[in-house]
């Protein structure tokens, strides 16, 4: 049953760190100030923020969705042994995007009392306009036209109509625990594949080619050699499946970025704890305690942008 806490639960996870390094009333505003604010009797602050959380922007939103219509795809693949047309899958996306283009211009009221049910534009909310940036347009056609064309012809479906693969998880958030701590980690396609004898973590790629997050991989390892007992790390393999330009890239996590990632998570738990009044309930300290950040590049693009400069 569903209890409403006063603070919400301590979690970690690599964005959570990120966020705090970025900015620390960003973090506040996320992860504290936004907790309740769905409740009715929130206060406003609390309403605001939550709503302020829930926007997103083109490029996430569209990637979003294509994770959700790679998941269906497979599922959908499991159950009939064949996969969807391209020109299926891209049409699904292309609605998901027209919807939430209207939720972000013709639904705003509705997205004002259910943020996290309606769509938001943080191009659409912040420049108080109801068009898109038509470079930003550009380049989502653009990524429609190709993503479904290089996903059907990429090596891991390729991989899956062998039928030497055993998938385990697909696109659910995983909880690693160490110690009492929950550390949160996303994958997007996990299997076993028994020709190789090894474990294949995919993760699809929706924007260019960028150098690889090693933390953000060493943590997909972790997760998976704890769930499943894998003794070694040599048996897994990380697999980027680049979309966009119908590329993929595999590498191994040596041992020494294992270590170092669980050196970061506990330096990193040790800094947000810092920024607690009352650790055992999660409490943070006031408001004021979490400073803005002095990069006001980083303001622009910010979702709270509104509490901190309207």
């Not at 569209?62 to 994770?67: A, P």
């Not at 943020?115 to 056609?141: C, G, S």
């Not at 950040?293 to 303001?299: A, G, I, S, V």
Request: proline share 4%.
């Amino acid at each position: 049953m569903f209890v409403v806490k006063t603070y919400p639960e301590f979690s970690w996870s690599l964005s959570r760190h990120y966020t705090l390094t970025e900015c620390k009333r960003r973090y506040a505003y996320q992860y504290y100030v936004s907790h309740n604010g769905w409740l009715k009797d929130a206060p406003p602050e609390a309403r605001h923020a939550y709503r302020l959380k829930n926007i997103t922007n083109l490029e996430m939103f569209f990637g979003s969705i294509v994770h959700e219509t790679i998941k269906k795809a497979i599922d959908y693949y499991l159950q009939t042994n064949k996969l969807p047309e391209e020109i299926t899958l891209r049409e699904y996306i292309r609605k998901r995007l027209n919807n939430g283009f209207l939720d972000s211009t013709r639904r705003k009221e509705q997205w004002f009392k259910h943020p996290n049910k309606t769509t938001m534009f943080h191009e659409i909310y912040y420049k108080e306009t109801n068009q898109l940036p038509t470079e930003k347009v550009e380049k989502i056609t653009h990524r429609l036209q190709v993503a479904m064309q290089h996903f059907l012809s990429s090596q891991t479906v390729h991989e899956l109509k062998t039928q030497s693969i055993d998938i385990k998880e697909a696109e659910k958030f995983r909880v690693l625990r160490i110690g009492q701590l929950k550390v949160y980690v996303v994958l997007d396609l996990l299997y076993y594949d028994r020709s190789k004898n090894h474990w294949v973590i995919v993760d699809w790629k929706t924007g260019k080619r960028s150098e690889e997050d090693l933390y953000q991989l060493a943590l997909y390892v972790l997760y998976l050699m704890n769930a499943y007992s894998i003794p070694h790390h040599q048996d897994i393999v990380i697999r980027n499946e680049y979309l966009l330009e119908g590329d993929v890239a595999e590498q191994q996590i040596d041992e020494v970025t294992l270590e170092k990632v669980q050196e970061l998570i506990g330096t990193s738990v040790d800094w947000m704890y810092s920024l607690l009044e009352d650790p055992s309930q999660n409490q943070p300290l006031p408001l004021e305690e979490f400073p803005k950040t002095d990069n006001k590049n980083t303001c622009r693009f910010c979702n709270f942008y509104e509490l901190c400069y309207s």
